[in-house]
C-alpha cells in the first residue's frame, strides 16, 4: 500500500491564511519524512463561508517539501477553467516536481460554482469530456486543430510540454455508475490513468464502483491501472472517543457547509440535507487507534482492490496538532499493519 496526503485546503475566512499555509508546508514535510510518496489537493472556490486554497498555486508552493513526492489535483473541477490555461500550469508542476505531477479531474457537482464562473452547470459534462480530450491532444500533439461544441482551436501549439512523456497521469473522478463507466472509457492505464473514488460515498458504494470501472477497462481491452487510489476520511488516535471529541465539530462544519451545498442529496443520494453525524461517518470514515483504523483500510483495500490510500485527514476549523498526529500514527503504526496484513 503506498500512501499520499490530501491537504485539506478549506478553511474558514477569518483564520489567518499565512499560518495555514505553513501549516500545510509542515504536513508535508512530516509526510515525505515518513514514506508518504505522494501529495493530493481538491478544488472549489473560495466564495460564502470556506476559503479554498487554489490548487496548483499551493502544489507549487508544497513542492520544495516535496521532493520525490506525486503532486496532483484531486479532483479539479475541470469544466470551470480553460483546458489550454490548465494544461500549461500541469505542464509547470511536472517540472517542478520532476515529472511527478497527476492531473485529477471531474465535471463537478456544485451549480453556485458554475454561476460563480459564468459557465452553463447543464453542459459540465461536454466541457469535461472536450476539455480532457484537447488537453490529451494539447501534450502529444503539435499543431492541435480541434472543433468540438464547446472549445475550438486551429493549429494550437502548447510550448511548454510536461517533463513526463508523453503527458502526466490523469485521475478521473465521478460519484455515479455513469461517471464510473466514463472513466474506464477514458483512461489509459498504460499511461498511468485511473478513477478515484468521492472521499463522500460510504465503502460498499466505492467496493461496488470499483467493480464497474475494472469492468469498464476490461470491456475496452485495457489492462486494469497499476496505481489504484482509494480517497478516505481518516483520523486516526487513542481511540475512537478521542477522535470524536477533538475532531468530530470540525468534521460536522465541513460537512454542514457541503450538505447546505446539495452534497447528500444531490450526488450521495441521501434523502436528508445533513445526516446526523453518527450516520455520517458510519462507513464514510476510518476513525480510531492505530490497529482499528488498520483493520479497516486492510477491508477496505482487499475489498476494492486499491493499492493507494489518499488520505484526507483535516477538516474546516481542525487543529494543526490533530492532523499531524494522524499523519504521524499513520506513517509510523498504521501503514506497516496494514502492509503486513496484505503481504
Known amino acids: 500500500m503506498r500512501l499520499s496526503l490530501f491537504i485539506g485546503a478549506e478553511h474558514r475566512p477569518t483564520e489567518s491564511m499565512a499560518q495555514r499555509l505553513s501549516e500545510h508546508v509542515e504536513q508535508v514535510r512530516l509526510a515525505r519524512q515518513l514514506g508518504f510518496d505522494g501529495v493530493s489537493i481538491g478544488n472549489h472556490l473560495s466564495y460564502g463561508p470556506t476559503a479554498w486554497f487554489p490548487p496548483f498555486e499551493t502544489l507549487m508552493r508544497l513542492t520544495a517539501e516535496a521532493d520525490g513526492m506525486s503532486l496532483g489535483t484531486c479532483m479539479l473541477i475541470l469544466p470551470l477553467y480553460d483546458p489550454f490555461h490548465v494544461a500549461e500550469q500541469v505542464a509547470l508542476l511536472d517540472a517542478a516536481s520532476g515529472g511527478r505531477a497527476i492531473l485529477g479531474v471531474a465535471p463537478g457537482w456544485q451549480k453556485d460554482e458554475f454561476q460563480v464562473m459564468g459557465q452553463d452547470y447543464g453542459r459540465r459534462i461536454g466541457r469535461y469530456t472536450e476539455s480532457i480530450d484537447l488537453i490529451k491532444r494539447l501534450y502529444t500533439e503539435e499543431d492541435v486543430t480541434f472543433e468540438g461544441q464547446h472549445f475550438r482551436t486551429s493549429k494550437l501549439t502548447l510550448a511548454m510540454r510536461p517533463t513526463r512523456k508523453p ?64 480517497l478516505r476520511n481518516i483520523v486516526v488516535a487513542a481511540d475512537r472517543g478521542t477522535v470524536i471529541r477533538e475532531v468530530g465539530p470540525a468534521i460536522a462544519e465541513s460537512y ?59 477538516w474546516v476549523g481542525m487543529e494543526h496538532r490533530y492532523v499531524m498526529r494522524t499523519i504521524e500514527l499513520l506513517g509510523n503504526k498504521v501503514a506497516p499493519l496494514v502492509r503486513k496484513a496484505l503481504a
Do not use: Y
Not at 468521492?198 to 477497462?217: D, G, M, R
Not at 447528500?264 to 443520494?269: A, E, I, L, Q, R
Open 256 to 314: 454542514r457547509i457541503l450538505g447546505d451545498w446539495g452534497l447528500f442529496t444531490g450526488v450521495v443520494g441521501d434523502a436528508r440535507t445533513h445526516p446526523e453525524f453518527e450516520d455520517l461517518i458510519a462507513d464514510r470514515f476510518i476513525i480510531g487507534s492505530p490497529d482499528e483504523c488498520a483493520a479497516q483500510i486492510t477491508d477496505l483495500m482487499r475489498s476494492t482492490g486499491c493499492n493507494r490510500l489518499v488520505t484526507r485527514i483535516q
Open 167 to 230: 503527458r502526466p497521469p490523469l485521475w478521473l473522478g465521478g460519484s455515479v455508475e455513469n461517471a464510473v463507466r466514463r472513466a474506464g472509457k477514458i483512461a489509459e492505464p498504460v499511461l498511468g490513468d485511473t478513477w478515484v473514488a468521492s472521499s463522500h460515498l460510504k465503502n460498499h458504494v466505492i467496493t461496488e464502483q470499483a467493480t464497474v470501472f475494472k469492468a469498464a477497462l476490461a470491456e475496452q481491452g485495457k489492462p486494469a491501472p497499476t496505481d489504484f487510489p482509494v
